[in-house]
């Protein structure tokens, strides 16, 4: 079984293809799994070594306790350091691009690239979060009605995406799964001031129908990272736009990794 004990901390799950080319390793967002990148893996997977895993609280990872965004971070780099992989290539997904960001800032030299999904380095603020830890906190006292499901699905998914498929899975995420999730992005403090110490290239992809991550905040980070290599838009797009515009976002993140992957074995 794939899984990794860090000690003194989680177990993680997590899927490795194997392979020799430059590592992509791929973070998932809030309530999501592993398994929300299979788009992405049928693209490269031919000629990456990709790697997908179960961040704390989420899949199959097992955890004890509270923990932060800085933790997940810690647990990336300690997968990296497990398979051997010393310099990678990182997309992040909203909850991953947040802990990608933090990641980056600590160990700046592991990273080949940064591909920012969905993804922002502000936190939830004033009437945005307590809408949303009223949602929560009904949703661990009363259970995954429909009407919370549904919200997931207009919050997270868009056309095209399996939304059976994820709704079973945040139909069995335990209340303990909900509330250590949820205390890492309530925690999460704004790092935007810190954007220009972020020394890996960065591409940023957002889409313009995301109702989870506002535009604006998306579009900072590739203003205010120095190595920036763009901002990609898609017209349509919701948050888990990798799954409902897959064709759009691989082209593009090909481009992104051909070219920093150009770039690290030329060094």
């Not at 997940?72 to 992040?92: C, M, N, P, V, Y």
């Not at 001031?193 to 590739?222: C, K, M, N, W, Y």
């Not at 920036?228 to 897959?246: D, F, I, K, Q, Y």
């Amino acid at each position: 079984m794939p899984e990794l004990s860090i000690p003194n901390g989680p177990t993680l799950y997590f899927e490795d293809t194997g392979g020799s080319g430059l590592p992509i390793i791929f973070s998932h967002g809030l309530f999501m799994s592993r398994d929300m990148f299979g788009p992405q893996l049928e693209e490269f997977a031919s000629d990456h070594r990709c790697i997908v895993w179960d961040e704390r609280a989420h899949g199959k990872t097992r955890w004890e306790g509270e923990f932060t965004y800085y933790d997940s971070a810690d647990d990336l780099i300690a997968l990296a350091d497990a398979l051997g992989i010393d310099k990678f290539i990182h997309f992040g997904f909203s909850q991953g691009g947040l802990l990608a960001l933090r990641a980056a800032l600590k160990y700046p030299e592991r990273f080949a690239g940064l591909i920012q999904c969905s993804t922002q380095a502000g936190g939830l603020a004033g009437e945005e979060e307590q809408a949303f830890r009223k949602i929560v906190a009904d949703w661990i006292d009363e259970g995954p009605t429909a009407e919370r499901l549904d919200f997931l699905v207009s919050l997270i998914l868009g056309p095209g995406a399996d939304e059976q498929f994820w709704r079973e899975y945040w139909s069995v995420l335990t209340p303990k799964q909900l509330e250590d999730a949820t205390f890492a992005l309530y925690d999460a403090q704004s790092i935007e001031d810190r954007l220009g110490e972020i020394v890996p290239p960065t591409l940023v992809i957002h889409g313009l129908a995301d109702v989870s991550t506002p535009l604006e905040r998306g579009t900072r980070v590739a203003e205010l990272v120095p190595d920036s290599r763009g901002l990609h838009l898609v017209e349509n797009g919701p948050h888990a736009l990798n799954l409902t515009h897959a064709d759009e976002v691989n082209r593009v993140v090909r481009r992104f990794v051909d070219e920093v992957t150009t770039e690290t074995e030329g060094q």
